[in-house]
DNA sequence: CACTAATTCACCCTATTTCGCTATTGTTTC
DNA sequence: GAAACAATAGCGAAATAGGGTGAATTAGTG
């Protein structure tokens, strides 16, 4: 028996929601409440495995509404249910530690499909929003790893490292055992080939669009 | 009806799934090969919407062989089918561009679900697959959100995102309309705030664990 | 009102960085 | 073997950064 809550600001979807689970085989409904403002002394009185959480609400907001949840009882899954398919709301969702994230054109079946899934350690998700964390995963984690990290030559690629971790040319010298002068000559051509004209400049596109 | 090639070492297997996708209504198989040696000219040869493949093949691994697809069919689809659960995998194949990752213990009718499922734009994943997807989802993206931007007040912030930019401190006061002795000041608090004693060093701090 | 934090600015001095030009030694490429 | 490039190194000038010390102004708080 999978103990759901429910919370979502529309009383008619709400309703609709507590009628589908109590009606369906091995579910029940513990808690069906419109905003989240009591929402941590809620879960204490009336436990549950699954939270199905709607995004839009007034007051506390279903992402910071998961993170209270995780917070409080990280045991707890948090399943999203919302109509955004914005690219800002999957990230903090995910982010915030929700399990799953289902679109509300679901269709009743498939709502109880996706707390059972997630029940039984999956992560359900719309298939478009599905596609949409596999691309927000590869945009995020390789940037570009495809860029000829403007063909700096490995000696180049030391020094900027070293520049990154914050170290002055002497001590890069010292490192690297070559004189300071050296040092001098690669940060040059360095920032020649990165377009920029100081080491906080370099340090910053060396971080954002390269290896480093 | 949705065309599939088949990429799959052993032969039992490859076989099977030639036979399901054949006797199966909506899909057609166009290929099955044990290798990905002659991958390009033979898809070239025989194109599909989707290719179904393994990661353990001799020669060219899957993950490679997704990369070259994308390199060169990139409208055709890639689904990962294999024994592995291990992170790197699941990892790999999604920056490799693979649109679904599912285990080979799905049963037939499972595979020709996600096969469809990938084809109308989802990216199927097996549930346990989802949730690791979530977890290095979040645990690669926000290392630690919760910091407290180091108690930087108002003004250091603004003058480290300058810093961030690589301007020079002639250059933060003229935009800030203050003197260059207040920037350096500034800076001094933030250098302290930080723990650190260059620019370089700010700028990689700043970017690495906070906002800007 | 007294206290504190944030912001602003000044002066001084040294260290470091940036950028110009030049040059030698290997290694690889054509 | 000439040409190209990587890595090394040097010199010198001008600009910038970094650190010490001190201080006035404003805003918010108990």
């Given amino acids: 028996m999978i103990q759901v809550s429910?919370?979502?600001?529309?009383?008619?979807?709400?309703?609709?929601f507590q009628l589908l689970l109590d009606t369906a085989e091995g579910f029940i409904c513990t808690g069906a409440y419109p905003d989240c403002r009591d929402l941590v002394p809620q879960l204490e009185v009336n436990p549950c495995d699954i939270v199905l959480m709607d995004i839009e609400m007034p007051?506390?907001?279903?992402?910071?509404?998961?993170?209270?949840?995780?917070?409080?009882?990280?045991?707890?899954?948090?399943?999203?249910?919302t109509v955004f398919f914005e690219d800002e709301y999957i990230f903090d969702?995910?982010?915030?530690?929700?399990?799953?994230?289902?679109?509300?054109?679901?269709?009743p079946v498939g709502y109880l499909e996706a707390i059972a899934n997630a029940n039984a350690g999956?992560?359900?998700?719309?298939?478009?929003?599905?596609?949409?964390v596999f691309e927000l995963f590869?945009?995020?984690?390789?940037?570009?790893?495809?860029?000829?990290?403007?063909?700096?030559?490995n000696q180049e690629k030391k020094v900027l490292q070293q520049l990154v971790d914050g170290k002055s040319y002497?001590?890069?010298?010292?490192?690297?055992?070559?004189?300071?002068?050296t040092i001098k000559s690669h940060v040059r051509n360095i920032y020649a080939k990165l377009h920029v004209h100081s080491g906080t400049e370099?340090?910053?596109?060396?971080?954002?669009?390269?290896?480093?």
Same sequence: chains 1, 2.
């Fill in 93 to 107: 969702a995910i982010c915030a530690g929700a399990s799953g994230y289902i679109l509300k054109s679901t269709t």
């Fill in 122 to 132: 999956g992560s359900p998700m719309t298939p478009g929003i599905a596609r949409r």
């Fill in 6 to 16: 429910i919370f979502e600001d529309n009383k008619h979807l709400r309703e609709t």
């Fill in 138 to 153: 590869k945009n995020n984690l390789q940037p570009q790893l495809a860029n000829d990290t403007y063909n700096l030559t």
């Fill in 59 to 81: 007051g506390m907001n279903g992402i910071e509404a998961t993170k209270l949840i995780k917070e409080n009882f990280p045991e707890t899954l948090v399943l999203i249910q």
């Fill in 202 to 212: 370099a340090v910053s596109k060396a971080i954002r669009d390269k290896i480093v």
């Fill in 170 to 181: 002497k001590l890069i010298a010292a490192e690297l055992f070559v004189a300071i002068d």
